[in-house]
């Protein structure tokens, strides 16, 4: 049996995302509610003032505040060993900077793991999932004003203490190395500058990208000082970083299509990962800071707090693979936040998102062979667009085969030796997508009723990866037919 005994098999999801209730119960508005809906061609707009008139997908995402115990128990039929969830931030501290926690936010969690308990599974706590109260966004220009660390671990510390007997498993920030790409702007920045303007960047002053990497240096010692007081909490804890797995390929045997890769390599892909697991920044982020222009602002402490809240495990996503160049004419592909040069081996979804299993294998090798502490997949999956058949289902064939073929890859990888924690499949259930705003962008094991335009009457329905995805974990990963 190629997976361990206790293998965390389940799904993930984040609060803005899936959740809604966006203003109910105390909870304050957080940067995603102030970003609209988009498409791929049309890219997400964000505002200032959120305008009545206008429909923001975060508002009510697929309602999971008011679905929970309809969702966890579907997550128990499938048999999840595992729920990966975010807490939104905003519910706990709605301005970030409360006196008190919101007692309302605290409750909505603790009900939501008593009734994971109830069908055995352990939750995956992401403490910050592309999430930052809009308040604490505006007054100190997201993560790039220092007092955001405060902020952020007086909030670690306030989840980790109320759910230290009901949560082992935590992550600091999702997809952190995000930050380290001038697509992530908005992700670690706030939203500074003009409103109405689209909420990804695709190009900066080396003054901007110096307000980045601040901004992401910030987040690391925010992480750090979070793992340090977690593990003071509870020893028990297991705190990890979380990557978005970004596998860059040489496009051709020249060595400078080789140097390219490595480059991206570093900089999109270890970085973060360096930072967080050997607890210094990497020597190879001298060189791209000085040929970027690029200066952080940093204080003489910071560097002893990275050294002592190193992380205890390493999780990632992966959804696709990419390849670099030094030829401009060479052909370029869409991608989950960073894109790359297109390979012609690989097939790619209905997004231009490129499949490729076979880099999953590859990608936990190469992480567990640099780090050595465990590796945990906790976000793949597809993005499709879900047709009801004749007899009224949803028989997502591409969905299972997407999946199979993954599974397989990790199979392949502990085979390999790579010491392996579990999988946590992407959007469970139908939710909210990240990169365009769409409902009809589905990874679901169960859809949920709802559009792009926010119509729809929130039911759950199972769909056929729903019945697969079953027997795949009561056989721990035998069945995978
Ligand atoms: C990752 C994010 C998730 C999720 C996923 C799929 O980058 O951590 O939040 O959304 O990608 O991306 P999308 O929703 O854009 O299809």
């Not at 609060?15 to 609209?36: L, T």
């Not at 706990?92 to 599974?121: M, S, W």
């Not at 299509?257 to 920044?281: L, P, S, T």
Request: glycine fraction near 8%; proline fraction near 5%.
């Amino acid at each position: 049996m190629p997976f361990k005994e206790g293998f965390l098999w389940g799904g993930a999801t984040a609060a803005n995302q899936f959740e809604g209730g966006w203003d109910v119960d105390g909870k304050g508005a957080s940067v995603p509610d102030h970003i609209r809906g988009g498409t791929v061609s049309e890219p997400r707009l964000w505002d200032k003032e959120i305008d009545p008139e206008i429909y923001y997908p975060s508002h009510e995402a697929v309602d999971f505040y008011h679905h929970y115990k309809e969702d966890i128990a579907l997550y128990g039929e499938m048999g999840f060993k595992c729920f990966r969830l975010s807490i939104n931030w905003a519910r706990i501290y709605p301005t970030g900077e409360d006196a008190e926690p919101n007692q309302k936010g605290l409750e909505f969690y603790h009900n939501v793991f008593a009734e994971c308990r109830k069908y055995g599974i352990e939750p995956l706590v992401t403490i910050s999932h592309y999430e930052l109260p809009w308040a604490l966004s505006v007054k100190y220009n997201g993560w790039t004003g220092r007092p955001v660390i405060d902020a952020f671990v007086r909030y670690a510390t306030t989840v980790f203490t109320e759910y230290k007997d009901e949560v082992k498993y935590w992550l600091t920030f999702n997809e952190i190395n995000i930050g380290a790409g001038a697509m992530g702007r908005i992700m670690s920045l706030g939203m500074e500058g003009e409103d109405h303007k689209p909420m990804f960047k695709m190009s900066e002053t080396p003054e901007e990208a110096s307000d980045r990497f601040t901004a992401l240096h910030n987040q690391f010692v925010a992480s750090a000082k979070a793992v340090k007081i977690g593990h003071q909490i509870n020893p028990d804890f297991k705190i990890g970083l979380m990557i978005a797995g970004s596998l860059v390929y040489p496009y051709t045997p020249n060595p400078l299509d080789i140097k390219k890769a490595q480059d991206e390599m570093n900089m999109k892909n270890w970085f973060c990962g360096d930072v967080q697991v050997r607890g210094h920044y990497p020597y190879y982020a001298k060189r791209y800071f000085k040929d970027n222009n690029i200066t952080i602002r940093t204080e003489p402490e910071d560097f002893e707090i990275l050294k002592e809240g190193t992380v205890d495990f390493y999780s990632f996503s992966y959804y696709m693979s990419s390849c670099a160049s030094v030829d401009p004419e060479a052909l370029k592909t869409a991608g989950n936040m960073f894109s790359g040069i297109k390979n012609p081996y690989l097939k790619a979804s209905d997004w231009g998102w490129q499949i490729d299993p076979e880099g999953l294998r590859i990608y936990l090798n190469e992480v567990y062979g640099r780090y050595e502490i465990p590796v945990m997949v906790v976000e793949n999956g597809l993005g499709a667009v879900d047709v009801r058949d004749k007899d009224g289902k949803f028989h997502d064939t591409y969905r299972i085969n997407y999946l199979r073929d993954h599974i397989k890859a990790m199979e392949q990888a502990v085979e390999d030796g790579v010491d392996l924690m579990g999988y946590t499949m992407w959007g469970c259930t139908d939710l909210v997508s990240a990169s365009t705003g769409e409902m009809k962008k589905r990874y679901g094991f169960v859809y949920v009723d709802r559009d792009n335009d926010g119509n729809g009457d929130m039911h759950r329905e199972r769909k056929d990866s729903f019945y697969w995805y079953k027997k795949v974990i009561a056989s721990n990963g035998e069945d995978l037919d």
